[in-house]
């Protein structure tokens, strides 16, 4: 099994910054794809970014192109999410998502990943 734990969401203002931070633990992690998504209120979970696993791929959902970037550490199993010049429209849950045995690809479906965090509050202000 592996874990996601999530960390770094919380209320800003319009136009503010946050780092979202992801872990990834568990006896049979492997090389893996990450990525993240979000559900607004009252709306459907969709794609954030992701980012594989040698770090060459990385894709954008076209509303937070130019403003937010995924990043990771290999060697800590931990994906980052930098969102910066946030809107009231990026509030919502963030979820990181987990594939496993995944080492060129990145994946932009919520039912291609096998692991999910428990979701972290992004509320922004305007």
């Known amino acids: 099994q592996v874990q996601l734990v999530e960390s770094g969401g919380g209320l800003v203002q319009a136009g503010g910054s946050l780092r979202l931070s992801c872990a990834a633990s568990g006896r049979t992690l492997s090389n893996h794809a990450m990525g993240w998504f979000r559900r607004p209120p009252g709306q459907e979970r969709e794609f954030v970014a992701a980012?594989?696993?040698?770090?060459?791929?990385?894709s954008y959902a076209d509303s937070v192109k130019g403003r937010f970037t995924i990043s990771r550490d290999n060697a800590k199993n931990t994906v980052y999410l930098q969102m910066n010049s946030l809107k009231p429209e990026d509030t919502a849950v963030y979820y990181c998502?987990?594939?496993?045995?995944?080492?060129?690809?990145?994946?932009?479906?919520?039912?291609?990943?096998?692991?999910w965090g428990q979701g972290t509050q992004v509320t922004v202000s305007s």
């Open positions: 998502a987990l594939k496993n045995r995944a080492f060129y690809s990145i994946y932009r479906g919520l039912e291609e990943y096998d692991y």
């Open positions: 980012k594989s696993w040698s770090g060459g791929f990385t």
